[in-house]
Nanobody, 127 residues
Framework: QVQLVESGGGSVQAGGSLRLSCVAS????????MGWFRQAPVKEREGVAA????????YYADSVKGRFTISQDNAKKTLYLQMNSLEPEDTAMYYC????????????????????WGQGTQVTVSS
């Protein structure tokens, strides 16, 4: 089992920045992929960014490329999402997720491929 706890959400004006953190505990050695997902009211959950924890180029949604950066600190068992140039359209609940399975590159941002989820942290961007 793996437990995930997110933090770092909040309210910011458009153009501002936030950094989300996700601390993993439990059987973390089994984790192959970790990702950040978001869900706004009446919208489907969207895979924002994902990373293969043993090393490879990260994966990003087109809507956040160049603005968001996913990274990990293995020593701290922590996943980060640095969000810059935030837009009102980025307003959503952000979730950290992890899985212990092998994923095809085309699937790394699919929420149904992830087994473990955090409770979410709200990000609100005002114009």
């Amino acid at each position: 089992q793996v437990q995930l706890v997110e933090s770092g959400g909040g309210s910011v004006q458009a153009g501002g920045s936030l950094r989300l953190s996700c601390v993993a505990s439990g059987n973390t050695y089994s984790i192959y992929y970790m990702g950040w997902f978001r869900q706004a009211p009446v919208k489907e959950r969207e895979g924002v960014a994902a990373i293969y924890t043993y090393g490879s180029s990260p994966y990003y949604a087109d809507s956040v490329k160049g603005r968001f950066t996913i990274s990990q600190d293995n020593a701290k068992k922590t996943l980060y999402l640095q969000m810059n140039s935030l837009e009102p359209e980025d307003t959503a609940m952000y979730y950290c997720a992890a899985t212990d399975g092998w994923l095809l590159p085309m699937n790394v941002r699919r929420s149904d491929k992830y087994k473990y989820w955090g409770q979410g942290t709200q990000v609100t961007v005002s114009s």
